[in-house]
T-cell receptor, first 114, second 111 residues
């Protein structure tokens, strides 16, 4: 039961570098999400997707990009890493309307920008 | 602006104690309220509440929603050290896919 798989688990970047955080789910869920979690804070939505080819901004999209070319994959791209992007990033997915189905989360990627 | 407020932010108890965690919300077009438990990694789903006054129960955990007063509580009886975690409350933002999360309550259960 793989569920939602995120890679890498940890990464250190230098300011200005770019990278892609990978997220894959094997549950055939249409809806996928990217969150960031800062210490002492709840999760904040970065981007989400309601199906392949469709993405939309969340609460804190600046500095990030996403794509959804397949149902399974929802990568998150940081183009010019900044210290403010140091955080733990969670990917989630769900099936159907949120009234009936909760989101399922991956184990997270801990990212440090130095 | 939609918001979710949890209290207390931090709580330390001894094994065997009973705890009550609070979550109040302000959101347009309320549909549901969700509770998650977050240990070291991914938040894991506990409960989804949609109707007032109907208690949801799973073992020593239970939760109830009050849609009139706009809050929910999560109760944990006979706490164990394995209950130590951050408990997150979330509400879907009205008419959208976005979940609004509270800051969480960090529960520490000491032996």
């Amino acid at each position: 039961n793989a569920g939602v798989t995120q890679t890498p688990k940890f990464r250190i970047l230098k300011i200005g570098q770019s990278m892609t955080l990978q997220c894959a789910q094997d549950m055939n869920h249409n809806y996928m999400y990217w969150y960031r979690q800062d210490p002492g804070m709840g999760l904040k939505l970065i981007y989400y997707s309601v199906g392949a080819g469709i993405t939309d901004k969340g609460e804190v999209p600046n500095g990030y990009n996403v794509s959804r070319s397949t149902t399974e994959d929802f990568p998150l791209r940081l183009e010019l890493a900044a210290p403010s992007q140091t955080s733990v990033y969670f990917c989630a997915s769900r099936e159907g309307d949120v009234l009936n189905q909760p989101q399922h989360f991956g184990d997270g990627t801990r990212l440090s920008i130095l | 602006e939609d918001k979710v407020v949890q209290s207390p932010l931090s709580l330390v108890v001894h094994e065997g104690d009973t705890v009550t965690l609070n979550c109040s919300y302000e959101v347009t077009n309320f549909r549901s309220l969700l509770w998650y438990k977050q240990e070291k990694k991914a938040p894991t789903f506990l409960f989804m509440l949609t109707s007032s006054g109907i208690e949801k129960k799973s073992g020593r955990l239970s939760s109830i929603l009050d849609k009139k007063e706009l809050f929910s509580i999560l109760n944990i009886t006979a706490t164990q050290t394995g209950d130590s975690a951050i408990y997150l409350c979330a509400v879907p933002q009205g008419g959208s896919e976005k979940l609004v999360f509270g800051k969480g309550t960090k529960l520490t259960v000491n032996p």
